[in-house]
């Protein structure tokens, strides 16, 4: 009693929550008595005073909240609820009675008629709108406990309860409220008796359609319009006794509001028609028509488009799918009006309106089996009539494009109801087969007729063998008359499709057919005509050419083109060899380009090429190079040619097993540095010329011989680890440094010979200690550091360094480290440092020596790594450095940036954190730099920043694109950049406007304004540039500065 | 501008490919890249009627805005002249229907995107085709009076609609993301 | 084609610093003002020195208030007001605040003194008449208003003639009587008059261009009347009766596309006796054309002034159209030429003789 009293007292004076608890676990564990509290509670809650008695029920309620429910007994509870209840009808007590309720209303001792009572008495004494939120929410709460523990009671209160609580929800509108409020009154819609109450539901609910809420931004509760809409359909969708209200409701809204509150209503639609169910939505069924007709025919935006397509469907559905009728019999109703509406329009298949019919009547195909029938077997056959009659022939091509279309959706939808579409097509298929073949006589129609064939022969099981064969050989027709539009490239990519499924038809008519177009013997230099032809039957035969029957065909009818074209023994009859050159060029890069598509699909058949296509080009090449009459005059002496065929060696000889690159290897290698020919012999046939002597390597070697190193270098790049070359590794490289140096005549072969130093090194470096040695400490200072020695060969001794470097730095060897030193050392030397620069600069950069495919050991993140080893040096070199030394760092800071990943130095750039700006200004120097490669890369480097930019739409974002600060001095930069008085290469003044173009979507408005006058006016010089594509990048650029 | 409505249901005609040019030595060599179109030597390449036709083909029409004046075939390749010696442009353009109020908008919008696109020197003259238009005198004049336009570009309405309809003009032809179906 | 002509014009000045197209040029006929109107709003008043090379410095650049482009300007008779034509169908008229040390040319503020509205829609043209108590402004909502200037600076409306059916382009006081002419896109040019009973009307319409009349300019000696056209012709109307004028010459083939001004000179300093004064022309061909004209001598009613072409020069502002041009109308300065064109440039050209 006494303990009770002080606890009180206490907190009446200093409210705090220790006396509540004390109050409360003393109660729990008995040595306090709730009477108690009570009573002494009692001089307070008689008070005079407003703020005691509020105080006084206070306290209590707070304790009780705290009790655990087990401590307080039936009658406690009684006690309990009806000194709350007591207090309810006092004005000043009634918030903390409530809170005091609250804690009875999750009690399980309470009793039913407690239950009634506190309803009754809230009902009767709590006035919301004279409460606040919170207080509200109390209320609110209170019911929401009862409703999950004390359903029954309440629905034996029957009316009584939802009239009470219609009358406290009404004009509720805080959202934290309603998403409570929503949750009471789905659970009364769904599981109360609620027929005299529909329309009181419905108004406190449907008053809130369509939620336009937005919240503010410091919501401490973080509710979305989301939370409310979706909350607010659960109630709109959980009776079907809300359907004809909610429908004329609905169609009312979608009048009058726009996009996105529209795309709520549609999608509440969506969620709604299928419980308001078959009855309703066909009595409203004409309006819902005509509301969602009009979104799809005058669409305000695509979006809105789709969803009100959606709603079409889901009407039909309503009202079909419900009357589980038998296709056959006819349809009636809306589905066949709107059918017949549409297909009417379909009438003048030209116009405009034409595109959003064929929209709803693919729509249709996806909703019941009974509409899809019906839609199916009236468009159809009307369409083919369109496409027939003689009046319609100009608007061929459009009927037949709104055909394909209808029959791509009915091949999407065939997935859905597989019975249905794939059997309803059948009957039409010869017809349809029919107009599309016809379509593709007559350009205009041919586009949407090859469409429309691949979607028939995209649909499973449809067509037959002989169909398919049907389709092919019309298609045929479309290739050989080859067309300046993409009709060519569609006919194309529907034979490929067809050479998946059926590759026979295509092999045994199409690839003849495309052959017999490829001419024998090169196109003179004057006949463009043919050569443009030529060009285009290659094109399509490596478009269509991947199958692997396909590809054995094609590889075999090419190289006898080629055998013919480069034949030694055979030259071309003019004396102008390069037509011949050029042609088997072409020939070469379509055979690359359809490998390379083979490869990266894995196709298992590539390897067998090793014999079939490698050796015969390598016997080609060497052949040619050691042909008695000079070879400079055969085709093959065109460098262009061994570097594609070279390409071709290396996809191949790439995907082959260990000991058969074991094997190869062992040969070329005889060849090449044995000058063993006879190794390369194919057949027992002689093909190499007496006394043939074969020594690319030599210094006096002939340039065609030298070449064809490129196929060697190729084929060794290729090579697994495992395999191993045919001699000591170090003598071997040393004897490539030599040659690279100081032999080689091109830098094809030198390029040869680094690839070549790069993989070993990279593959057998434990082996090359004595190579690495004797490259640090003899070759460095002979042949790069020595000044007295000509700079021409000190640059070649730079390169092979920086080959060797890169063979070391992808695997994060341990000696890359010193390898690059030595490379900066040479930032003094004015004579080499830019070279040096660039090597150090360009050294981490993606080469296509160096690959994955080339079973190279390749280690994660090494470019990041190497960044991070050199990045900042370079910077603080381009910082504190004057003259040339200040361009060596800054040369090999712009290679870098341009050589490595954009995450290796992101942390330096704009768009990445407050070190933004150490790099931004060294870049603004780079654009100062007279070499054009730098300016592009450096430009390049801002565009990819820059787009990263758009992508996180960084100019809304608080602090906007980092780059805002040196807006003025960037423009100012490219603008520079951009006229072709001062800048000669196009590459450098595209890549500024395209910055140009790009600055005003990644800065605020306010940081460019300034520059606008200039902007314009320097561009509107650029307008006249005498490079189209200069112009066109002038144009976007001026724009982007207009809005 | 006015919700009057002239031609609700125009015919839709088939985009064209943009001319594909041949550099003016004739080429040999098949070449890999696709950049190859600029660099190639530093041959000069003047402003042709396809060039100043892409610039114009994807405007949107202004009544129905999500088709192209090139769609609606309003403009096309063989109506545009360009004299590039004598710094003369003529383009031609035809109303879906011969009372197409939406005429003078078209043109005006074709004006504005060639007064910001091409190079100062161009006078450009547009006119609708002959004979395709109810007020096909009035409408010229009114196109080709810089004092006119000039006016017309200082109030911001037409501004505005202008800009709704230029804002597609960059696509040059290619056609927007497909639709939903 | 270099035809040799006996004059040639010579650059005098360049003066460049509008921000955009400029529209219009005027000279002071008793200060040494020349001042520029554009379509950024601004006029811009500069100040010359004597001949025989007068240099120009600017004076002032007018914000004017307008806010729209500045479509013409014209400096009233006494020199001391400058009246504008906006698109913002306002006619502004700006006066130099009085300040006590005369000489001072750079003294004193350019403000405006009064905003003249009426007009619905761009007005276009302005013009003061010859003694200076008369301002008529014309506008795109077709009608022409000539306007009182009352002593205290302020401006009342005689009248509103509504004779076009079409944008009235241009207009112009006769340069002794007070007989105004405008020209217009109808293509007709009217003539108006004040009857001391009833109130301003039109007594004739000189219907012959067969396209816009840009351009109106009255001889001296008021006896003829020069109006240019889109037609890119030139036509010269003479007086035949007291009230009534006719056609009598067409300059054709003078330029290549839409004329946009001709000015009609005073008689040059040391002119003949039977000169009538330099007509100059100019237009969207960047070309300036300039022809002497002379009496003939005992020439019949409606026999046309004898002309000969005295000079010609393409691309006065390079490649851009060529908007305004007019004669220094000072004694002493009267082979003087300014123009104005799309670049933004005000350009001043002495005409002297060739070789």
């Not at chain 3, 020439?299 to 691309?315: I, V, Y």
Request: proline share 5%.
């Amino acid at each position: 009693m006494e303990a009770a009293q002080r606890l009180i007292q206490t907190w009446v004076a200093t409210p705090r929550d220790e006396e509540v608890e004390i109050a409360a676990s003393g109660i729990s564990q008995g040595n306090i008595k709730l009477v108690h509290i009570v009573q002494g509670l009692g001089e307070y809650l008689t008070s005079d005073d407003d703020d005691l008695r509020n105080k006084g029920v206070e306290f209590l309620a707070k304790v009780i909240g705290k009790v655990p429910t087990e401590h307080l007994n039936r009658q406690a509870v009684v006690v309990l609820l009806s000194f709350f209840m007591s207090k309810l009808e006092d004005l000043d007590t009634i918030i903390p009675a409530l809170k005091g309720l609250l804690a009875l209303s999750r009690l399980s001792s309470l009793s039913d008629e407690g239950v009634i009572i506190i309803l009754n008495g809230i009902f009767k004494h709590v006035k919301m709108q004279s409460l606040v939120q919170a207080q509200r929410f109390i209320v609110f709460s209170i019911i929401d406990n009862l409703l999950a523990i004390r359903r029954q009671v309440l629905k034996v209160m029957g009316n009584d309860f939802i009239t009470g609580y219609v009358a406290l929800a009404e004009g509720e509108k805080d959202p934290r409220n309603l998403m409570l409020a929503f949750a009471i009154d789905r659970v009364i819609l769904i599981e109360f008796d609620i027929k005299e109450k529909i329309e009181d539901l419905f108004n406190i609910t449907a008053c809130y359609f369509p939620i336009s809420f937005r919240p503010p931004p410091d919501d401490p509760y973080g509710i979305t319009a989301d939370d409310l809409k979706k909350a607010l359909r659960s109630c709109l969708n959980a009776n079907a006794a809300f359907g004809p209200p909610a429908i004329a409701l609905f169609l009312e809204k979608l009048a009058t509001v726009a996009p996105p509150t529209k795309w709520d209503a549609l999608a509440t639609l969506d969620e709604c028609l299928p419980v308001y169910g078959a009855s309703s939505v066909r009595n409203a069924a004409r309006q819902l028509w005509n509301a969602l007709k009009l979104e799809i025919f005058q669409p305000t935006d695509p979006l809105t488009e789709e969803a009100a397509l959606k709603s079409v469907q889901v009407v039909i559905k309503t009202i079909y799918s419900s009357s589980s009728e038998n296709p056959s019999q006819d349809l009636e109703g809306l589905a066949k009006d709107a059918c017949h509406e549409c297909i009417t329009i379909l009438k003048e298949p030209e116009k405009s309106q034409a595109q959003p019919a064929m929209k709803i009547l693919c729509a249709f195909i996806s909703t019941t089996p009974s509409v899809s029938h019906h839609t199916v077997s009236h468009v159809i056959p009307h369409l083919i009539k369109l496409f027939l009659n003689p009046d319609e022939v100009p608007n061929r091509g459009a009927s037949l494009n709104l055909l394909a279309s209808f029959i791509a959706a009915l091949r999407d939808s065939a997935i859905k109801f597989p019975d249905v579409n794939a059997s309803s097509l059948v009957p039409y298929k010869d017809e349809v087969l029919g107009v599309f073949t016809t379509g593709l006589q007559t350009p205009s129609s041919a586009g949407p007729a090859i469409s429309g064939l691949h979607a028939l022969v995209t649909m499973a099981g449809l067509l037959d063998e002989d169909e398919i064969g049907f389709v092919v050989s019309n298609v045929n027709g479309v290739l050989s008359n080859d067309r300046e539009d993409s009709v060519g490239v569609d006919a194309l990519d529907l034979l490929t499709t067809i050479s998946i499924i059926s590759p026979v038809h295509v092999s045994s008519t199409t690839l003849p057919l495309l052959f017999s177009l490829l001419p024998d013997r090169a196109p003179s230099r004057g006949d463009a005509a043919s050569r443009e032809k030529s060009w285009s039957v290659l094109n399509s035969l490596s478009r269509l050419c991947i199958q692997p029957v396909l590809f054995e065909t094609l590889v075999i009818r090419l190289s006898t083109k080629l055998n013919l074209l480069c034949d030694p023994l055979s030259p071309p009859t003019d004396d102008d060899v390069e037509p011949s050159a050029a042609y088997a060029h072409a020939i070469l890069s379509t055979l690359a380009t359809v490998l390379e598509k083979k490869v990266s699909r894995g196709d298992s058949d590539v390897a067998k090429y090793i014999d079939r296509l490698v050796s015969g080009l390598v016997v080609l090449f060497l052949g040619g190079a050691v042909s008695p009459k000079d070879p400079s005059t055969l085709p093959i002496a065109d460098s262009r040619l061994v570097i594609v065929a070279a390409r071709i060696v290396n996809l191949i000889a790439a995907v082959l097993p260990a000991q058969k690159q074991e094997s190869f290897i062992q040969k070329l290698y005889s060849a090449y540095v044995l000058g063993d020919l006879k190794a390369l012999s194919t057949s027992a046939r002689h093909i190499w010329p007496d006394g043939s002597s074969f020594a690319p390597f030599e210094r006096g070697a002939t340039t065609v011989q030298a070449n064809t190193l490129c196929l060697f270098s190729e084929a060794l790049l290729a090579l697994h680890k495992e395999v191993r070359v045919p001699a000591d590794p170090s003598v071997f490289l040393e004897m490539l440094v030599q040659f690279s140096v100081d032999g080689a005549k091109a830098l094809l072969h030198r390029e040869s010979a680094w690839h070549i130093i790069a993989s070993v090194v990279n593959k057998r470096v434990t082996e090359l200690d004595g190579f690495l040695k004797s490259m640090l400490e003899s070759f460095y200072q002979t042949a790069i550091a020595d000044a007295s020695v000509d700079v021409d060969l000190r640059r070649y001794a730079i390169g092979a360094w920086a080959w060797t470097c890169k063979g070391l730095l992808v695997q994060n060897h341990a000696q890359t480290a010193v390898f690059i030193e030595r490379l900066i050392d040479l930032f003094d030397d004015e004579a080499v440092n830019w070279d040096a620069a660039r090597a150090v600069g360009s050294v981490a950069a993606q080469c296509n020596a160096l690959t994955k495919s080339n079973h190279s050991t390749l280690k994660i993140l090494h470019a990041q790594r190497y960044s991070n080893s050199v990045l900042s040096r370079f910077i603080e070199g381009a910082k504190t450095y004057a003259g040339s030394k200040q361009n060596a760092h800054l040369v090999a800071l712009t290679f870098l940036i341009r050589s490595v990943p954009k995450t290796a130095y992101a942390h330096k750039m704009p768009t990445a954190g407050p070190s933004a700006y150490i790099l931004l200004p060294l870049l603004l120097c780079g654009l100062e730099l007279p070499d054009t490669e730098i300016r592009t890369s450096v430009i390049e480097t801002l565009l990819s920043a820059a787009e990263a930019d758009t992508a996180t739409d960084a100019k809304h974002s608080k602090e906007g694109s980092l780059v805002t600060e040196h807006a003025t001095s960037l423009t100012l930069t490219m603008l520079k950049n951009i006229s072709i008085a001062t800048v000669s290469d196009a590459k450098v003044r595209i890549a500024a406007l395209r910055y140009l173009t790009i600055l005003p979507k990644i800065v605020r408005y306010d940081a460019l304004h300034p520059q606008k006058a200039i902007v314009l006016r320097d561009l509107s010089k650029a307008l006249d540039d005498p490079k189209r594509a200069v112009r066109k990048e002038a144009v976007d650029a001026r724009y982007s500065r207009y809005i | 501008m006015s919700d009057q409505t002239f031609n609700a249901n125009p015919t839709v005609f088939a985009l064209t490919k943009s001319a594909k040019r041949r550099a003016a030595k004739e080429l040999l060599w098949l070449s890999q890249s696709d950049e190859s179109d600029y660099d190639s030597g530093d041959e000069f390449e003047p402003i042709d009627g396809d060039e100043v036709f892409d610039l114009i083909r994807s405007i949107s029409d202004p009544e129905h805005r999500s088709l192209t004046l090139e769609q609606l075939a309003v403009v096309s390749a063989p109506q545009i002249t360009v004299t590039d010696q004598r710094n003369h442009i003529m383009v031609e353009f035809t109303p879906t229907v011969p009372h197409c109020g939406m005429s003078t908008l078209i043109g005006l919008s074709i004006r504005v995107r060639l007064m910001r696109s091409l190079p100062a020197r161009f006078k450009v003259d547009i006119r609708v085709k002959p004979g395709s238009h109810n007020s096909e005198h009035g409408v010229n004049k009114q196109l080709n009076d810089k004092e006119r336009v000039a006016a017309a570009l200082e109030n911001p309405a037409l501004v505005e609609a202008l800009e709704v309809c230029l804002a597609t003009a960059s696509r040059r032809g290619q056609p927007v993301e497909a639709g939903p179906y | 084609m270099k035809e040799d002509l006996p004059c040639t014009l010579v650059p005098v000045a360049s003066l460049s610093g509008h921000e955009d197209r400029a529209w219009g040029v005027a000279w002071n006929p008793v200060k040494s003002l020349l001042s520029t109107c554009s379509a950024d709003k601004t006029i811009r008043i500069y100040t010359y020195t004597s001949t025989p090379s007068p240099s120009f410095t600017l004076l002032a650049s007018v914000p004017t208030g307008h806010t729209k482009t500045v479509r013409g300007i014209a400096w009233s008779p006494s020199g001391t007001s400058l009246a504008s034509a906006s698109f913002d169908s306002n006619i502004g008229v700006f006066q130099r605040e009085v300040d006590e040390d005369e000489g001072n040319v750079g003294a004193g503020e350019w403000e405006c003194v009064s905003m003249l509205e009426g007009h619905e829609t761009e007005c276009k043209s302005v013009a003061w008449s010859a003694e200076g108590n008369l301002l008529a402004s014309c506008s795109r909502d077709k009608t022409v208003w000539v306007w009182e200037a009352l002593p205290d600076g302020d401006f009342e409306c005689m009248g509103v003639l509504m004779e076009h059916t079409q944008d009235v382009k241009c207009v112009a006081w006769h340069p002794t009587e007070e007989i105004l002419a405008s020209g217009s896109y109808d293509d007709t040019i009217k003539l108006y008059l004040d009857d001391p009973s009833e109130d301003w009307f039109c007594f004739q319409t000189l219907t012959g261009h067969t396209s816009t009349v840009w351009s109106i300019a009255w001889s001296p000696c008021g006896r003829y009347l020069a109006s240019a056209s889109d037609d890119r012709t030139i036509r010269i109307w003479k007086r035949v009766e007291e009230h009534k004028w006719a056609c009598v010459h067409v300059l054709d083939g003078a330029h290549e596309r839409t004329i946009y001004a001709v000015s009609w000179g005073p008689k040059p300093d040391n002119a003949g006796a039977r000169t009538l004064g330099w007509l100059a022309s100019a237009g969207g061909d960047g070309r300036i054309n300039v022809w002497e004209l002379e009496i003939e001598e005992d020439a019949e009613e409606n026999s046309p002034p004898r002309h000969r072409l005295l000079a010609r020069l393409e691309g006065a502002h390079s490649v851009s159209d060529v908007n305004g041009i007019v004669w220094c109308p000072r004694e002493g300065y009267r082979s003087l030429l300014a123009s104005v064109g799309d670049d933004g440039e005000a350009r001043i050209w002495r005409i002297s003789p060739s070789g």
